[in-house]
């Protein structure tokens, strides 16, 4: 019990060493990480198997965790697609650099492959097509990927340009700026990607 | 002249450099861009005064240049929007690694800048209130971004499951894989964002 909870511990040591390096660096290598953790890279693959291993485990961490899986509770799944997107870019956003790792990786930890087969459920019962389904998770993932990505962009994304730019410029000042900007441009995207989904299991699109 | 020949000649080779760099480590050092030039780093910054202003040439470069900027000929805006987007996830997709360090910069790279005020021109011209142009483009710009990523990604994203995981298993199954699961998901979500952004001209949404 006593090398059993050791081990757990120095898994969950390894797992917020490797986010550390990650929020700092960009990157993640099994030299850096076991320079952060004050050990050897032989000693962190004592525990994992590697890379691929660690970011599954952060996957779950940092996005299963945080993501609001649909209840499938009878409500309304334009709602419920739009409560899971919310709650996805937010986690996402925790650690903008983890996003790249995570979309070169096959995903397999249970815990993400149970939300994504929550989803699945709810567009099939919504209509969609059993060919679609996957695009449209897809489509919606991505959308949740960049959305996060500019969540952590700088306040101001463009600067106002001294060349003759006009309707960049009026564009510019007419917007909300910073946070505002990006949970409002999220918003409006995501509303439109749900109506265009309406719309076409309606036969319109 | 032959002064200004080569200094022009190194900033090339420095953005040579700094994209091998990004593309094999997934993040941009001086030291690692240093090393891979076979130079020292006071020797890049005699050139360019640091990575912001690398990755701002590099937007340049990599986006600008094969992006399609609107042609506003009067052609249908929806196709034109369709067609920049295309050749926008086509440049972003190139250098995957590139997209994080995209983000994390404002933008002030000319050819950007006028990119975006073609799109901006384009989406007021089809009645995009000016309050709303930016929070449009930005949305485009999320999904962009993220379907970018996407298309960098493996061949497998979700890996069937062991687990009693229905839905995911039916969707897996009838899907496309690879490349043409991308293309088509994005496709199909692109077609949502424009419906949407049509809907919410037409007083809809």
Not at 122 to 142: K, P, Q, T, Y
Request: proline fraction near 3%; glycine fraction near 8%; charge should be neutral.
């Amino acid at each position: 019990m006593v090398q059993r909870r050791k081990r757990l511990l120095d898994v969950d040591k390894i797992l917020d060493g490797a986010l550390t390096v990650i929020d700092k660096y960009g990157r993640l290598t099994m030299t850096e990480l076991a320079a952060q953790l004050g050990t050897s890279a032989s000693s962190v693959y004592h525990h994992l198997s590697g890379r691929a291993a660690i970011v599954e485990l952060l996957r779950e961490r940092v996005v299963a965790a945080a993501m609001e899986v649909p209840p499938l509770d009878g409500t309304d799944w334009v709602d419920q697609i739009a409560r899971w997107m919310h709650s996805y870019r937010a986690a996402l956003a925790q650690h903008p650099n983890l996003i790249p790792l995570l979309t070169e990786h096959t995903m397999t930890a249970g815990g993400v492959l149970r939300g994504y087969d929550r989803v699945a459920q709810l567009l099939r019962g919504a209509g969609v097509d059993a060919r679609e389904v996957l695009l449209w998770i897809s489509a919606f993932d991505s959308y949740a990927l960049g959305a996060a990505l500019d969540l952590a962009a700088p306040d101001d994304v463009w600067r106002r340009s001294v060349d003759d730019l006009p309707a960049l410029d009026e564009a510019l000042s007419a917007a909300p700026r910073g946070r505002r900007r990006a949970d409002e441009s999220f918003a409006i995207g995501l509303r439109a990607l749900l109506v265009g989904l309406r719309e076409r299991l309606s036969g319109g699109a």
